[in-house]
């Protein structure tokens, strides 16, 4: 007697043939495409790496030079500092405040704001940057050659 209705069988033999073949078709096809495209997922690969590489030495060289950016500041705001400010006018002691300012804004990490910006907040159309007002207002210890006459002249 036939399976009717609810008893009949949902899969028969030729059907499960019939599924396995189109399955092992369908991963044979993706396995040559695979294949195909491995030049392609190398490229990517290896630019992955590279990248990453690229990254890797941006950040040690920003590292690096924010350290010295650092150490400079440092540096020149001990200069500043040195210098006694009842001796300044009252446009030069302005230019040093806003210099020790910008010197701490880089020991901070934050990046200053431009020397125009700077000199138009002071009201000056310019302003000497670090090493010129430190130049200009540092002092300089006598060394060889500062005397006139003399041992150390240069005149001989």
């Not at 500041?73 to 910008?102: A, G, P, Y």
Request: glycine share 8%; aromatic share 2%.
């Amino acid at each position: 007697m036939a399976n009717k209705g609810r008893n009949k069988p949902r899969t028969s033999a030729k059907n499960v043939l019939g599924a396995a073949t189109v399955g092992t078709v369908a991963a044979g096809a993706g396995l040559a495409a695979y294949d195909a495209d491995t030049p392609n997922r190398n490229k990517r690969r290896r630019e992955k790496q590279r990248q990453a590489t690229r990254t890797a030495k941006r950040a040690k060289t920003n590292t690096i030079t924010n350290q010295t950016k650092t150490e400079i500041s440092k540096m020149r705001l001990q200069n500043l500092q040195n210098i006694n400010s009842k001796d300044l006018s009252t446009k030069d002691r302005k230019i040093k405040n806003e210099l020790v300012k910008r010197e701490k804004d880089i020991i901070k990490g934050l990046k200053p704001p431009t020397i125009a910006k700077t000199a138009a907040k002071i009201g000056l159309r310019t302003m000497p940057g670090v090493g010129a007002f430190l130049t200009a207002f540092g002092s300089t210890p006598a060394g060889q050659g500062s005397a006139l006459y003399g041992p150390g002249s240069k005149k001989k």
